[in-house]
């Protein structure tokens, strides 16, 4: 990735550009010291004066009122925020009209930010003054007087905190009176600029030590720049909040949000004072110290997937090659490119006005169809279909170009989404909520409405990243969660009426992703790359969980790598630096799925033996994944011989007692009961009158207040409850102290003969009934063939 930067011959200002706006994609507004306002229209390369301000007022910042606000369009759009060295800042309307005039500070305004949703304007100025504005012009509150000069200001994403400069500090103020304020050293000279990105919550400072920096919201650390020869001047983030521009003297470098350079570009053009970037985030447009506006436009962009790499090569253009056989395509739109993505044998490519949708087998014929609107910030795909996110919603649309659904949930911000925080399967998205971080709307991807009884589901802390699994039936689709603590947790997304359990599978794990087609997670933990080759695992033995995870040394990959993708047996990482590496994952895992989804499970067997003389090492692991998906899909045959084969010996005679069963509802209860399930083991039988049996595997488990709350409620086997407690007593000499038993045992006489001749009457009662369904279903099956 690059940037094409462009500058006239002759610069249209004669004095020093101060400030630049984009109104579109296709329009800016500059601003200089030789008092013009000028528009420059991309599309006609026209350059009109739109005002001539008054020789008093010399502009310093200039920002626009923001045009959308969650989807809905704002009506004063049309107008921007001048400030100036008089002390003034100025409402100018898109005609170059100036609405009003406010006396705001004593010596220049050095900054004015509209927050986001355009009800509220902040300056900051020279006399080291922060003030906050109605979107009027009304004076609300002076929020900081201090001795220096407030060089420049930013909102927090959610318009509730500033982040303003101090000196060599960086503060971060909320608007609340009481709340606590932020304050840390950042640089070693002055910081000149800072800019904070509502996506991704990170913030940008430049300044005079010559370095910028990358800070998360708490204001630590994560990346700071080789000292470059001169002062940073300017520093912007893009809108989706993935790269960054830094602006210094005959200098602009486009940056990853991780804070590594992309592209070093030295334009003749003395110091860039200010950086904007377009609505669409593909052009950026910077303010000159030498009276020039600089344009740049992003192109050379890479995607990758199996053997077809994509390249970006002009605003309109891509070329496509295939690794395998080397041939090159090229594809042509009429439109400048905004997004693309390439996964799942289809390459999405948005344009300012279009979808193009290709097939990695036909590059000739795309399926096309028209866009409300050209700010595509996020393309998502599934394998059935693919997700679009804009200013103004979400939408679902399948390959063949059919709009699917268009999701909606309560407070819906879509300018903050990004793909840590929405996720798509084949048959759910999954969605992060701004306002309240602990909740994720889960929503059925056909119908666009929620999943379920409509209830979100809730974390205990703050959820940073959300991704949901790729294969299977939708009523096995899994959602792994990692919370503000870095804490990986996973969870089902259908509930069938009951709470959802979240289960912890690791901790400290800073990236993750799921195979793009089987059902397996892989992750960076701590200083280990982590594969969960199956981790349904914790809801079927969650003893198995260790024996079924792979880790290796993650110290190739540097400090803070993030998973990019996971394709086949191949993971693809980007170091701290940019640089990608990929790494591979061992092939038996994913045929080992293969089979069991084929309920090949004798084939199953025969691969688990295949590796122990291939891979030892890989042994213990394949027969633990295959003992749990056997217990999963209720096959006991090769359960058993899983289990006998990592030397889970009590697990393979619970196994034999359950097959020994004479009832197929006592074996499904009891294969529950397996999976640490003991309610729905208890409903079972209950729901088959085979009461005895659920009071007795309460009485296994030591509930005995479930145990006699059962016996009292169906009004047998009383006595037994009692008789198992006493002996369990007198085993540990103790005394009964609970009131419930000691009521029931002064009127119920405990024999023990009586007792185990009631039991062998309900084993009787259990296997002559299973004779009997067994006897039916035989009878049926033989009339059927008859029939036919």
């Not at 100036?84 to 010596?107: C, I, N, P, Q, Y």
């Not at 630590?220 to 001169?230: E, I, N, P």
């Not at 009429?334 to 996964?343: F, G, N, T, W």
Request: hydrophobic share 40%; net charge neutral; proline share 3%.
């Amino acid at each position: 990735m690059r940037l094409k930067t462009s500058l006239l011959k002759e610069p249209k200002h004669k004095e020093l550009v101060s400030c630049v706006g984009w109104t579109t994609a296709d329009e800016l507004f500059s601003s200089s010291d030789d008092h013009q306002i000028l528009k420059w229209n991309l599309l006609t390369n026209e350059t009109v004066q739109v005002v001539r301000l008054a020789e008093e007022i010399h502009p310093i910042d200039l920002h626009w009122f923001p045009k959308t606000t969650g989807g809905k369009k704002q009506i004063q759009a049309e107008v921007f925020v001048l400030t100036s060295t008089d002390g003034k800042f100025h409402l100018v309307s898109k005609t170059g009209r100036v609405e009003k005039s406010v006396e705001a500070h004593r010596g220049a305004v050095l900054a004015g930010r509209w927050n986001y949703e355009g009800t509220a304007l902040v300056t900051a100025g020279e006399d080291g003054q922060i003030k906050i504005w109605s979107k009027t012009g009304m004076l609300r509150s002076t929020m900081i007087q201090q001795g220096t000069p407030v060089y420049s200001v930013a909102w927090g994403p959610d318009s509730d905190k500033i982040l303003y400069t101090s000196g060599r500090q960086l503060i971060i103020k909320p608007l609340q009176p009481s709340a606590k304020v932020l304050q840390w050293k950042a640089h070693d000279g002055v910081i000149l600029k800072v800019d904070w990105n509502t996506v991704n919550d990170l913030i940008l400072s430049g300044g005079e030590d010559c370095k910028y920096k990358v800070w998360d919201s708490y204001g630590r650390l994560l990346y700071s720049a080789q000292a470059h020869d001169y002062p940073i001047t300017s520093v912007a983030w893009a809108p989706d909040g993935q790269l960054f521009a830094v602006g210094s003297f005959n200098t602009l470098r486009l940056c990853d949000k991780t804070g590594w350079s992309y592209a070093l570009e030295k334009p003749n053009t003395g110091s860039v004072f200010n950086i904007a970037w377009s609505v669409d985030g593909t052009q950026i447009a910077g303010a000159c110290g030498n009276g020039h506006v600089l344009f740049a436009h992003i192109i050379e962009q890479r995607w990758e997937w199996k053997n077809f790499e994509i390249t970006l090569t002009k605003r309109r253009s891509m070329q496509v090659r295939n690794v395998l056989n080397d041939a090159q395509d090229v594809l042509e739109f009429r439109d400048r490119v905004i997004k693309a993505s390439l996964s799942q044998g289809h390459l999405v490519v948005v344009t300012t006005l279009q979808c193009y949708v290709y097939s990695t087998k036909n590059w000739n014929t795309p399926l096309v169809f028209d866009l409300k609107e050209g700010t595509v910030s996020l393309i998502l795909q599934a394998q059935r279909h693919f997700l679009l996110l804009d200013g103004a919603g979400i939408y679902l649309y399948s390959y063949e170009g059919r709009l699917i659904s268009s999701p909606k949930f309560p407070g819906m911000r879509t300018d903050i989404l990004s793909s840590q925080t929405v996720s798509l399967s084949n048959d759910t998205i999954a969605v992060r909520d701004k306002t309240d971080e602990k909740v994720i709307y889960l929503i059925d991807a056909l119908s666009g409405k929620p999943l379920g009884d409509g209830k979100p589901l809730v974390h205990k802390i703050e959820v940073m990243e959300v991704a949901l699994d790729q294969s299977g039936s939708p009523n096995e689709r899994k959602i792994a969660i990692i919370d503000k603590n870095r804490d990986l947790y996973i969870t089902s997304v259908r509930r069938f009426g009951k709470e959802q359990k979240i289960i912890k599978i690791g901790t400290m794990v800073h990236s993750m992703a799921w195979n793009d087609t089987i059902n397996i997670l892989c992750g960076m933990q701590n200083m280990y790359f982590v594969v969960w080759y199956y981790p349904n695992v914790v809801y079927v033995d969650k003893e198995l969980l260790s024996k079924t995870v792979n880790e290796k040394d993650a110290s190739e990959f540097g400090k803070s790598p993030q998973i990019v993708n996971y394709v086949g047996n191949q993971v693809t990482i980007r170091r701290v630096d940019g640089s990608m590496i990929h790494t591979s994952i061992s092939p038996y895992p994913a045929i080992l799925h293969e089979y069991v989804s084929a309920s090949r499970w004798e084939d199953a067997v025969r691969l688990c033996r295949f590796v122990k003389t291939t891979t030892p090492d890989e042994e213990q692991t394949m027969w633990s994944c295959l003992a749990a998906m056997a217990i999963a899909h209720k096959d006991l045959m090769t359960a058993e011989v899983a289990y006998a084969a990592i030397g889970e010996i009590d697990k393979v005679q619970y196994i034999n007692m359950i097959k020994d069963l004479p009832s197929k509802e006592s074996r499904m209860a009891h294969l529950l009961l397996f999976t640490g399930n003991v309610q729905d083991a208890e409903g079972i039988l209950i729901q088959s009158g085979l009461i005895y049996q659920a009071i007795q595997i309460n009485i296994n488990l030591y509930n005995w207040d479930r145990a006699l709350e059962l016996a009292v409620k169906y009004k047998t086997h009383v006595d037994t409850v009692l008789a198992y407690r006493k002996k369990f007593l007198e085993d540990f000499h103790k005394e009964e102290s609970n009131k419930r038993f000691l009521q029931y045992a002064e009127g119920v006489e405990v024999n023990w003969e009586k007792i185990q001749v009631k039991i062998e009457m309900e084993i009787a009662k259990e296997r002559e009934r299973a004779a009997m369904v067994t006897a039916m279903g035989s009878t049926g099956s033989r009339s059927e063939s008859l029939n036919r």
